[in-house]
């Protein structure tokens, strides 16, 4: 199970909000099969080991699962990919040992019963608070009625993102870009604040990758971006929504559908102005699940304060840049007091060409 453990961390970073799971096959107590979730909606950690077991030629008879295997109630398909309790039936597994019940109460305990009903002896709770403590962000995701969302970007050694002037490209390496790409096709939609698309004039694209197009989604409160702006000229060749005010005028927000975007109105906050914890609640309805913002600094500071952040993916790069008026990642007002600040859970780095990855999640304030 430590070893399940370890296999299951690989994926941090990676897989949230599903959770991060490991996984091992034995056979007559050899090891035979390792596996873990590596990306999100990619293979199950047992699908992987048990896979893995069957090409080494041997025929598992025990498996070691970090957290119960998935198993959707009667009546309704796993959206993704098969019930892992089938697969492990179909695979001749006589004994299931798994750390923590699924925390989801739509599913905790359905597998064991399941299993157990099919003649297989299980076993649970076997370092529960150590398999429990990989899974924080997905119990988090169980509580949201918005997307798990992801802010990403790249900064300066001293903490800035563009110079005073604005020049931005490219403060991180061609290892890191890519990587960006590779987390665009991996999420429902990439999302930019007005400032972003007019500066950068970003086209937001997999093109360095091969994987889906995400949704471009701007968030522009008064529809200001001009039409030759790839967020909006691309719009009827890449599918891309554009959040903005209710009161915008209706004839501008019809333009902008002729142009190929779709309008999703918003009303006002009060602090914080377009009213952007009911957008995030619309795109969820709309059935996206895991999005990621890639700038700016005020639209990562207004979500952060309207709870609508939860994961930090940056790139640290070998750069000096300075300048009072520079941008950072996190613009806004700021806090006034340290204490409000949330607290950034299981921060982990590694490098990434020249630059350094690091990733952490926000799951509250202490």
Request: net charge neutral; glycine share 12%; proline share 6%.
């Amino acid at each position: 199970m430590r070893e399940a453990i370890d296999l299951a961390s690989r994926g941090r970073g990676r897989v949230e909000p599903n959770p991060r799971v490991g996984a091992i096959a034995l056979a007559r107590g050899r090891i035979v099969g390792r596996g873990w979730h590596d990306r999100y909606g990619g293979s199950h950690a047992e699908v992987v080991a048990l896979d893995r077991a069957q090409h080494s030629g041997e025929q598992a008879d025990s498996l070691v699962v970090t957290l119960e295997p998935c198993s959707p109630p009667p009546g309704q398909a796993h959206k993704k990919m098969p019930a892992c309790t089938g697969i492990i039936q179909s695979a001749g597994i006589e004994r299931l040992v798994f750390g923590v019940e699924d925390p989801d109460p739509r599913h905790r305990g359905r597998a064991r019963a399941e299993l157990a009903a099919g003649g297989i002896e299980v076993v649970g709770g076997v370092l529960a608070d150590a398999c429990a403590a990989l899974n924080l962000p997905f119990e988090r995701w169980l509580g949201l009625d918005r997307p798990w969302t992801i802010a990403k970007y790249a900064m300066s050694l001293d903490g800035k993102t563009a110079t005073s002037s604005g020049d931005s490209r490219w403060i991180s390496g061609q290892q890191s870009r890519a990587l960006s790409h590779s987390y665009r096709a991996n999420v429902d939609a990439v999302v930019v604040g007005y400032r972003t698309a007019d500066r950068d004039d970003p086209e937001l694209s997999t093109r360095h990758v091969e994987g889906k197009q995400a949704i471009r989604i701007l968030v522009d409160p008064l529809a200001r971006l001009d039409a030759s702006r790839k967020l909006i000229s691309q719009a009827k060749q890449i599918p891309s929504w554009v959040m903005l005010r209710e009161d915008v005028p209706l004839a501008r927000r019809q333009e902008l559908e002729s142009l190929g975007l779709e309008v999703i109105p918003l009303g006002v906050d009060g602090e914080r102005g377009l009213d952007l914890r009911a957008g995030w609640r619309e795109l969820r309805r709309r059935g996206l699940l895991r999005i990621m913002i890639e700038g700016g600094g005020g639209l990562v500071a207004a979500l952060l304060a309207a709870d609508c952040l939860d994961q930090v993916l940056g790139f640290l790069a070998p750069r000096l840049i300075g300048g009072r008026g520079a941008p950072t990642p996190v613009a806004g007002k700021g806090i006034a007091d340290l204490a409000a600040a949330p607290h950034l859970h299981d921060f982990h780095w590694y490098a990434s060409g020249p630059d350094l990855a690091f990733g952490a999640f926000i799951l509250g304030t202490e």
